[in-house]
């Protein structure tokens, strides 16, 4: 069963740092995209970035109210994918959740989503 | 970046019911179209892609259809578990770009 597992949420002040983990288990990790996407409380979802994998060079690419801030990351030997936030706003508070795109058997993706994590929460906030 | 917009943003019907919720992307996405169920407190969880299929353990009452700007997600029957919010999400391009979603009530 193919599962994700966010961690390092928690309380954090305007301007600072916080970096979250996704530990991923039951698929081929090095091989799959991973996305993050945030929820602030009560509303919709909005996509935060993507990391690739080796075969593509591990390219990034962000949401432009994040770029700039927002560092995603990925340890393939520990099946893990990290979104390092800096500069944190108010606004950023949310539940952040790492999910990764569909592959199919010839190893194409779509970017739908599944599994996702059970997210976890920033909160930025003095 | 394409835009998604979802209709209605909330709707509550009997148990029973047919339930249809709407989605129009702000430009043709063929049907790059995937549908999103989440439970209070959960994360979501996809219950229709590429328009209309759906995923492995989704009850048949459950349908999609549409393709350009259009798509529509509908419930046959609506049962008490439906109680959810949907959200729709295109994958014609990057960046995937999801609808403000449609909150579900049970009457």
């Known amino acids: 069963e193919m599962q994700l597992v966010e961690s390092g949420g928690g309380l954090v002040q305007p301007g600072g740092s916080l970096k979250l983990s996704c530990a991923a288990s039951?698929?081929?990790?090095?091989?799959?995209?991973m996305h993050w996407v945030r929820q602030a409380s009560g509303r919709g979802l909005e996509w935060v970035g993507h990391?690739?994998?080796?075969?593509?060079?591990?390219?990034?690419a962000y949401a432009a109210s994040v770029k700039g801030r927002f560092t995603i990351s990925r340890d393939d030997s520990k099946n893990t994918a990290f979104l390092q936030m800096n500069s944190l706003k108010t606004e950023d508070t949310a539940v952040y959740y790492c999910?990764?795109?569909?592959?199919?058997?010839?190893?194409?993706?779509?970017?739908?989503?599944?599994?996702w994590g059970q997210g976890t929460l920033v909160t930025v906030s003095s | 970046d394409i835009q998604m917009t979802q209709s209605p943003s909330s709707l509550s019907a009997s148990v029973g019911d047919r339930v249809t919720i709407t989605c129009r992307a702000s430009?043709?996405?063929?049907?790059?179209l995937n549908w999103y169920q989440q439970k209070p407190g959960k994360a979501p969880k996809v219950m229709i892609y590429?328009?209309?299929t759906l995923q492995t353990g989704v009850p048949s009452r459950f349908s999609g259809s549409g393709s350009g700007t259009d798509f529509t997600l509908t419930i046959s029957s609506l049962q008490p578990e439906d109680l959810a919010t949907y959200y729709c999400?295109?994958?014609?391009?990057?960046?995937?770009?999801f609808g403000g979603g449609t909150k579900v009530e049970i009457k």
């Open positions: 999910i990764r795109p569909y592959y199919d058997s010839s190893g194409q993706s779509y970017n739908w989503f599944d599994p």
């Open positions: 039951g698929f081929t990790f090095s091989g799959s995209a």
């Open positions: 990391i690739r994998g080796k075969s593509n060079n591990y390219a990034t």
């Open positions: 430009q043709s996405i063929s049907t790059y």
């Open positions: 590429a328009t209309s």
């Open positions: 999400q295109q994958s014609y391009s990057s960046p995937p770009t």
